[in-house]
């Protein structure tokens, strides 16, 4: 069986499906549904930066970490070509925090649910719960395994409810858990599941 790539391997073979360079509607909608001031604001897996650059536009001051460092490399420069300050980091989130906590807001879109085994899971949600400020929210974008997939097919890592919430309770407070779709470039985009937790 062949080895799995890393997401730097990705980013250089130009093998990434979930870059759609645009922010996600999920984003979107819920910065403008809810009406959430911007404040300090952390983008969790942030690729090559389309969320952290819309979010930042949006009068929001953005950290972008990602593991991949050619991905934080096209990051800087789609920042740098749009005008819009953020900050991008090459951190593994498991391993070190970022710096400029405390953050009022946490994004991932498909971060968390990469991370296979539950107690790593529930290290990362701890995580995200110690850089926020109290009552900071995590909106998170979880692939949904409600959606089966025929042998071999392809998409992102799926998670079921109970396994997101298992991770997630212990440090933070359910404001909504419903589902949604990822926003893509494919005729039939992948169920996923919309979180919306606030820090205990």
């Known amino acids: 069986m062949p080895r799995e790539k890393s997401f730097e391997e990705h980013y250089q073979d130009n093998d990434t499906p979930w870059e759609i360079n645009r922010p996600d509607h999920n984003l979107v909608d819920f910065v403008t549904r809810t009406g959430l001031p911007p404040g300090p604001t952390i983008d969790l897996g942030c690729g090559t930066g389309n969320n952290s650059i819309w979010l ?3 009068g929001f001051t953005v950290t972008g970490c990602d593991l991949s460092e050619l991905a934080i490399t096209r990051a800087r420069e789609k920042a740098r070509l749009t005008g819009e300050g953020c900050v991008f980091l090459p951190v593994d989130f498991l ?4 710096t400029g906590a405390p953050f009022a807001l946490a ?3 498909g971060c968390f649910h990469t991370i296979e085994a539950e107690a790593d899971r529930r290290r990362f949600a701890a995580r995200v719960a110690e850089i926020l400020a109290p009552g900071g929210q995590w909106l998170s974008l979880v692939g949904n395994l409600d959606q089966k997939r025929e042998e071999g097919g392809k998409g992102p890592p799926q998670l079921s409810a109970s396994q997101v919430l298992t991770a997630v309770e212990p440090s933070f407070e359910l404001i909504s858990l419903r589902r949604g779709y990822l926003d893509s ?5 992948h169920l996923c599941w919309v979180c919306q937790w606030r820090r205990r």
């Open 56 to 58: 930042a536009a949006q």
């Open 95 to 98: 391993q070190s925090l970022p």
């Open 107 to 109: 994004f991932d879109r």
């Open 185 to 189: 470039n494919l005729a039939a985009p």
